[in-house]
């Protein structure tokens, strides 16, 4: 047998060790690879802490909103406006595969969402409406989608969508930053 054929095996698994190393960014056909839910879900856990900023103009004023880690790194709990008559909390959490979240919302109910794989990029999380207890899409309001934009370390936008009677209503943009501890 000659050396080349000696080199085959060795290329090969060079090859498979390689792939298996470097992660998947576009998928057979060349698109981007979807946003992997568990990955995003480090990322939400890593925004552990104080963040505080401004809203848009559809809610000027000062914006505060905590992330706090919770059982036993299974859940974060986002409670946005501490304090004050218009709090809301938003936990997110691992459902199998899926990255999901419920809204506790100042309007009386609770949407959840889901993590859109496709519409995900990098750092934008994208979570749409899948469902919610009190929640009558066709009638009144409730948040349909957010937007977590993680500008960087230490800078996060959300970019919170409503819907009132069936239509998109508006959406409320909160720039926040870390609070230094």
């Given at each position: 047998?000659?050396?080349?054929?000696?080199?085959?095996?060795?290329?090969?698994?060079?090859?498979?060790a390689a792939a298996a190393v470097?992660?998947?960014?576009?998928?057979?056909?060349?698109?981007?690879?979807?946003?992997?839910?568990?990955?995003?879900?480090?990322?939400?856990?890593?925004?552990?802490?104080?963040?505080?900023?401004?809203?848009?103009?559809?809610?000027?004023?000062?914006?505060?909103?905590?992330?706090?880690?919770?059982?036993?790194?299974?859940?974060?709990?986002e409670t946005l406006f501490p304090?004050?008559?218009?709090?809301?909390?938003?936990?997110?959490?691992m459902d199998g595969p899926d990255?999901?979240?419920?809204?506790?919302?100042?309007?009386?109910?609770?949407?959840?969402?889901?993590?859109?794989?496709?519409?995900?990029?990098?750092?934008?999380?994208?979570?749409?409406?899948?469902?919610?207890?009190?929640?009558?899409?066709?009638?009144?309001?409730?948040?349909?989608?957010?937007?977590?934009?993680?500008?960087?370390?230490?800078?996060?936008?959300?970019?919170?969508?409503?819907?009132?009677?069936?239509?998109?209503?508006?959406?409320?943009?909160?720039?926040?930053?870390?609070?230094?501890?």
């Amino acid at each position: 047998m000659s050396k080349r054929w000696m080199l085959v095996p060795v290329v090969m698994i060079a090859i498979v060790a390689a792939a298996a190393v470097v992660p998947a960014v576009c998928d057979e056909k060349g698109a981007a690879a979807a946003t992997d839910s568990k990955a995003a879900f480090e990322k939400i856990k890593g925004l552990a802490g104080t963040w505080e900023g401004t809203g848009a103009e559809e809610m000027p004023g000062p914006v505060t909103s905590q992330y706090r880690v919770t059982g036993g790194g299974s859940a974060v709990v986002e409670t946005l406006f501490p304090g004050t008559p218009h709090e809301m909390v938003t936990v997110y959490h691992m459902d199998g595969p899926d990255l999901v979240m419920t809204h506790y919302c100042a309007v009386g109910n609770q949407p959840r969402m889901k993590l859109d794989k496709a519409a995900s990029k990098g750092d934008e999380l994208y979570f749409v409406y899948a469902g919610g207890s009190n929640v009558d899409p066709a009638k009144g309001m409730y948040m349909h989608d957010v937007k977590l934009i993680l500008q960087s370390g230490d800078k996060l936008e959300e970019d919170w969508t409503s819907y009132s009677d069936g239509k998109k209503a508006k959406t409320s943009v909160f720039k926040i930053a870390r609070k230094a501890s």
